[in-house]
């Protein structure tokens, strides 16, 4: 059994990918035994088989290349990365990452070293090496009517600043899944990422149920580890992406606080995109969206097909 298993996943970006499968290799010390596992999700079949030929010739026998026919989306391709893994801990990487150190064998030794903790991330910083926001509180009502900052100004314990650079590892409640680290136990005591959510909010639902349905179920910051993170070069920016990342927004809260939080935050989203509409009628999608609820069975999900 490996000590940590990275799970990639492609999705017609096969230079994004190559070069994080190389970043994993080269920063990647010999103190932990890992593997790579690259998951293809339904990409064009030109961008596989770059992909394919390109990770055959660095010639390493910790890379293993499989291949769905099917987009599953975020969870469901890394759901289907882990049916390939046999390893003590996960490692969820985005394909747009590039290691800044030793960052699997960092969070690896920490989770060994905090018997409490599920699951951590390294610090996040994007490509002009600017740090960026590593940690999120758990999505709820309260959060999105009133937003995170009144939530860190009244519980500065509960709710650490996002904003501010720490030294230490950090107790919070939700980390990114660029680059999210969990031991396997919890992983599969929960049933790993909710397969329904096809983007956004997959870590976020993760993280709460692992904190809740666990015993050892803490989450950390460990910005001794550092990583680069591209953001976005797997979605396209577009009407139907932000649509996804409303119908996952409201399924997850609904989920995991309950009906009444879904309909008062569903109205409440309705109400400002109603007044939206007079300076920016284009948004008219995203207001239908929210008036006939923003079901799941919009989702992107439904739309996808099996290539050949």
């Known amino acids: 059994m490996k000590d940590i298993s990275a ?11 190559l070069n994080c499968v190389k970043s994993i290799l080269e920063k990647t010390s010999n103190h932990i035994a890992f593997e790579i596992i690259v998951v293809d999700n339904a990409s064009k079949t030109e961008d596989y088989h770059t992909l394919k030929n390109a990770l055959k010739s660095l010639n390493s026998g910790l890379i293993k290349l499989v291949r769905s026919r099917y987009n599953t989306g975020f969870g469901g391709g890394n759901m289907y990365g882990i049916q390939f893994a046999n390893a003590r801990h996960y490692a969820f990487i985005n394909n747009d990452t590039l290691l800044e150190n030793d960052c699997l064998n960092i969070v690896h030794q920490f989770l060994l070293k905090t018997p409490e903790a599920a699951i951590c991330s390294p610090q996040q910083f994007n490509e002009k090496g600017e740090v960026q926001k590593s ?7 309260k959060r999105e009517l009133f937003g995170r900052s009144l939530l860190e100004k009244t519980n500065k314990t509960k709710y650490p600043k996002r904003q501010k650079i720490y030294s230490d590892p950090l107790k919070v409640e939700s980390v990114p899944g660029s680059f999210l680290v969990v031991k396997a136990e919890q992983f599969n005591e929960v049933g790993g990422f909710d397969t329904t959510i096809f983007l956004y909010y997959e870590e976020t639902d993760l993280c709460y149920r692992i904190a809740k349905q666990t015993v050892k179920g803490a989450c950390y910051l460990v910005p001794e580890g550092r990583f680069i993170h591209f953001k976005g070069q797997s979605t396209a920016k577009n009407n139907a992406i932000k649509k996804e990342l409303k119908i996952s927004l409201l399924y997850v809260l609904r989920k995991n606080s309950g009906y009444l939080s879904y309909q008062i935050l569903r109205w409440w989203l309705t109400l400002k995109a109603f007044f939206k509409l007079f300076i920016a009628p284009k948004t008219f999608p995203v207001f239908l969206l929210y008036l006939k609820g923003a079901h799941i069975s919009a989702s992107l ?6 290539a050949p």
């Open 301 to 306: 999900k439904q739309q996808q097909t099996i």
């Open 7 to 17: 799970i990639i996943i492609n999705y017609n970006s096969s230079a994004f990918t």
């Open 135 to 141: 940690f999120d509180h758990f999505l709820s009502l």
